[in-house]
C-alpha cells in the first residue's frame, strides 16, 4: 500500500512532461526516485506533441515517444502516455492535466516540474490551475530558488490560505496541494540579498 493509499485518497498518478528531446537518465532517475520514494502507483512520462515554450524539437513527436517507450521498457510502475503526441495544436500541461483529472476522478496527482521548466513557471499556460487540477495531490518544483518574488508570493498564498485566482478570473478558488520542493541556491543567503522570501523560507 502506498503513501498516498494510507490516506484513502486511491492510487496516485505521477506526471512528468517533457520534449525528451532525447530522453535521458535525468528523466529517468526523476521517475524512477519519485515512484520509489514518494510511492507513486502510476508514473506516466509525457512527451510534448508540440512545445509551446522551447523550439522545436530535433527528433519527431513519433520518434521521442518511441525513444521513452524503448527507455523505460522493463521499468515497473513507468508508462509512456501518447495523449499530447496525438492531440492537435500547442501542448499546454493545464489541458493535459485536466483531461488526467477527468479519468482519475478524487485520486492524487503528483506533478513534476524540472529546473528549467520551474523557472519559467510563471510564464505557464493557465499556471495557477495547476494548484486546482492537482487538488489532494502534490507538485515537486525542481530549482524554487530561481522563482521570481511574484510566483513565490502566489505560492506563499496557496500554502496558507489554500486558495487562489486565475488570471483574468475574479473568483476565489480553494485547493488543497501539497508543495515540495528542491534547489542547488543557499536559500538562507538568497532571503538576506531579498531575492527569496523569507516567509516562504520559514514556511
Same mark, same amino acid.
Given at each position: 500500500m502506498s503513501a498516498f493509499e494510507k490516506t484513502g485518497r486511491g492510487r496516485a498518478v505521477g506526471i512528468l512532461g517533457g520534449?525528451?528531446?532525447p530522453v535521458h537518465f535525468g528523466h529517468l532517475r526523476a521517475a524512477v526516485e519519485a515512484r520509489d520514494k514518494l510511492q507513486v502507483d502510476d508514473l506516466r512520462?509525457?512527451?510534448?506533441?508540440?512545445?509551446?515554450?522551447?523550439v522545436q524539437p530535433v527528433a519527431s513527436? $513519433?520518434? =521521442?515517444?518511441?525513444?521513452?517507450?524503448?527507455?523505460?521498457?522493463?521499468?515497473?510502475?513507468l508508462q509512456v502516455d501518447d495523449r499530447e503526441v496525438r492531440r492537435p495544436g500547442v501542448s499546454w500541461m493545464v489541458d493535459t492535466l485536466a $483531461?488526467? =483529472?477527468g479519468e482519475v476522478g478524487r485520486a492524487p496527482l503528483l506533478l513534476l516540474i524540472g529546473q528549467d521548466a520551474a523557472n519559467a513557471l510563471d510564464g505557464w499556460h493557465q499556471w495557477r490551475r495547476l494548484f486546482e487540477l492537482a487538488h489532494k495531490g502534490t507538485i515537486f518544483l525542481d530549482e524554487i530558488g530561481s522563482l521570481g518574488l511574484d510566483v513565490q508570493a502566489n505560492l506563499l498564498r496557496i500554502l496558507q490560505e489554500k486558495e487562489f485566482e486565475r488570471v483574468g478570473?475574479?473568483?476565489?478558488?480553494?485547493?488543497?496541494?501539497?508543495?515540495i520542493a528542491a534547489t542547488n541556491k543557499n536559500l538562507e543567503d538568497a532571503v538576506?540579498?531579498?531575492?527569496?522570501?523569507?516567509?516562504?523560507?520559514?514556511?
Open positions: 520534449t525528451f528531446d512520462l509525457i512527451p510534448t506533441g508540440r512545445p509551446a515554450h522551447r513527436a $513519433e520518434q =521521442r515517444l518511441e525513444m521513452v517507450r524503448l527507455a523505460i521498457a522493463g521499468c515497473s510502475g $483531461e488526467i =483529472r478570473g475574479h473568483q476565489t478558488l480553494k485547493t488543497d496541494v501539497r508543495i538576506e540579498d531579498e531575492t527569496f522570501r523569507g516567509d516562504l523560507y520559514y514556511r
